[in-house]
């Protein structure tokens, strides 16, 4: 599709990942607007930061972009969808969501005239130099996204397959590697329930001498970004039950996380006891 205005784009919403990634384009030359209506003063800094352009309201985005990049948690992206109802622009959802509720985003988009190009981001938030970030892109327009980010901090890489297929490869890839810090959390915590944590670690130390210090790792991310993956897991789940696959082992994992309170920054051993507490019902040092 030829973009009438394709240098202005709207980022919905910039958290510190759309943030990242509207800072990408605005370093590449497009103007990124965003909308503050509605939102905190926290967001505010990160688009002030990230050189981005406030548009006041959702609305007022809408009528002046010509692209519109999604970028929020996975429960939320049928919402956003919904809130630029009639854009005939390109919309782009770059959100950890499953194939069908790719689907169901680009039917909000298209049924209004729109056009809709699948995502999925790989890795932190996109800053130079040498990021080491991707931009999983699918879908009939796929390439006109791809060539916006060219020689950004956030690599474009085309993912084959069906209009959804970018969405899949999110799916897959944080199947693991966030289902896997869920599991080894649960193993560690049913080793403190049993009271059993130093054999536990002594065992490690032999056999599995990386498991201890990756579970504090894993603490640490499920205390500070863990509320964030609930949605994810349960993406993850629904993409499993849809190709035939068990969906518990990330039904759980969504609990895991839903568990884990978010945690103020503190010392590692801290957080690891404050994560075990929350999984298992019993105080530290109980």
């Known amino acids: 599709m030829d973009l009438e205005n394709g240098n202005v784009v709207g980022v919905l919403h910039p958290g510190e990942m759309g943030a990242a990634v509207g800072r990408c384009l605005t370093q590449a030359g497009y103007t990124v607007l965003w909308a503050s209506d509605g939102r905190s003063a926290d967001t505010a800094a990160r688009a002030a930061a990230a050189g981005l352009t406030d548009a006041g309201t959702v609305r007022d985005l809408t009528a002046r972009a010509s692209v519109i990049i999604s970028v929020c948690p996975p429960h939320a992206a049928l919402d ?10 390109l919309y782009l959802d770059a959100n950890a969501i499953s194939p069908d509720t790719a689907r169901e985003v680009a039917k909000l988009i298209t049924g209004n005239g729109g056009h809709y190009v699948d995502g ?11 990021g080491s970030t991707r931009l999983y ?13 060219a020689d950004t901090p956030l690599e474009p890489r085309i993912a084959e397959g069906s209009a959804v297929a970018a969405s899949a490869v999110k799916m897959a890839y944080a199947a693991w590697t966030k289902g896997s ?63 035939g696959l068990p969906d518990g082992f990330h039904q759980a994992a969504a609990e895991v996380y839903r568990r884990v309170q978010r945690t103020p920054t503190a010392d590692s051993d801290q957080v690891l006891q404050a994560v075990m507490a929350a999984l298992t019902g019993r105080q530290p040092g109980a």
């Open 137 to 149: 892109l699918s879908g009939e327009n796929a390439d006109q996204v791809a060539e916006m980010f």
């Open 181 to 243: 810090a869920a599991l080894l959390l649960t193993a560690r915590a049913l080793a403190e329930a049993e009271d059993v944590q130093d054999s536990l670690l002594a065992e490690w130390a032999m056999s599995q001498p990386k498991l201890a210090d990756q579970s504090v790792r894993s603490a640490w991310s499920a205390a500070t970004k863990g509320w964030r993956w609930v949605g994810e897991m349960e993406e993850i789940a629904q993409s499993m039950a849809a190709a």
């Open 80 to 89: 956003v969808a919904w809130a630029v109802h009639g854009f005939t622009g």
């Open 120 to 130: 999925g981001i790989i890795g932190g938030p996109p800053v130079p130099p040498g």
